[in-house]
């Protein structure tokens, strides 16, 4: 929707805090002080958040500095947030802060939410793919799927109808993966096999650490597809953190853009949502001024301006 499209009656409550101004298929997002007038509930909220490692000791770091955003709760539907910056800017430190995870958990500064209430531990709620494929070696595909129902005492046959559900859901083959072990799988199917093992348990969030990070790039954009049609059917926040701003813009309703050292949010993009496949979509010429704008962006905070 254009800026002269929105009226004050025709405006969703979301966008009366924001002031967008249109870059191809996104829009840069200013949050304006203006609050909408019955808020949504705040899935994930970091309020003035720091972390410093090993305070007080020599090697002290401060990895993240005053970040400070929050994501609400849209009626029916969960956000995908992508999350961009240079390397050691603290992109993995926000997601294992979300994810309740020592030594990231818990803030030196700050306080981060989930609906509300501080995030005191790791819980069934945020589920976390990683970019290194973290299945456990000695159990199979199947056993690695089901693992967090086992672990919530659901029964052998239960788990194995419901975990072959997933299998499928991911594109793997019953018959044909299920006693596989890791050392026997392709990295996709790792990580196939790494994002069934966490929806299966349908988490509010799922928090993504360049998940995609060590595949060739058709296998790369395979995964995307096979992303954005399991999150519509989730209904799960979505926190992806990557370096491809192709990704990000493809994937993302919403771009973090982070500056180094200590890193904080420097720039909020709103996108529109992924309505081709991947490999389509990226020949837009809308796409490509938004992933050109993102790319001088970033340049930018790299050259340190
Ligand atoms: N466990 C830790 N102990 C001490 N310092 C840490 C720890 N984890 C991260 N850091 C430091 O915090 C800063 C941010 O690290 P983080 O891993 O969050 O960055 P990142 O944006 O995910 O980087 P990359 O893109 O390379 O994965 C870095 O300076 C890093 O050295
Ligand atoms: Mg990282």
């Known amino acids: ?13 979301e966008a ?18 203006a609050a909408a007038e019955k808020p949504l509930p705040r899935v994930v909220e970091f309020r003035h958040v720091t972390k410093t490692y090993n305070l007080g000791q020599p090697n002290e770091n401060t990895a993240i500095r005053d970040v400070d ?41 700050g306080e981060v939410l989930m609906f509300g ?71 996709g199917m790792r990580q196939r096999v790494a ?24 296998t790369r954009m395979n995964m995307q597809d096979l992303l954005v049609k399991l999150w519509r059917e989730v209904q799960a926040t979505v926190f992806f953190v990557t370096h491809s701003i192709d990704e990000a813009v493809f994937l993302g309703d919403r771009v973090y853009v982070m500056g180094r050292s200590p890193g904080t949010i420097l720039e909020e993009m709103k996108v529109e949502p992924a309505d081709r496949p991947a490999r389509l979509m990226q020949r837009d010429p809308r796409f490509i001024e938004t992933v050109n704008h993102l790319r001088d962006t970033i340049s930018r905070l790299e050259e340190g301006k």
């Open 195 to 218: 994002i069934a093992r966490t929806l299966i348990l349908r988490p509010r969030i799922i928090l993504m650490d360049e998940p995609f990070g060590a595949l060739d790039p058709q």
């Open 117 to 187: 209430q501080p995030i005191t531990g790791p819980g069934s709620d945020r589920g976390m793919v990683f970019q290194d494929y973290t299945s456990f070696d000695h159990r199979t595909v199947l056993e690695n799927i089901t693992f967090g129902l086992e672990c919530e005492g659901v029964s052998r046959q239960q788990r194995y109808e419901v975990g072959g559900h997933w299998l499928e859901q991911v594109g793997l083959n019953v018959e044909k993966d299920q006693d596989k072990y890791p050392h026997e799988l392709s990295g």
């Open 69 to 109: 955003f929050f994501v609400e709760d849209l009626p029916g539907r969960g956000e995908f947030i992508c999350v961009l910056g240079p390397s050691g800017c603290g992109k993995s430190t926000i997601l294992r802060l979300i994810a309740g995870l020592p030594p990231q958990h818990p803030a030196t500064v």
């Open 1 to 13: 929707m254009s800026a002269e499209a929105k009226t004050e009656t025709a405006m969703p409550p």
């Open 16 to 33: 009366k805090t924001e002031l967008e101004q249109p870059i191809g298929m996104a829009k840069v997002v200013v949050r304006a002080p």
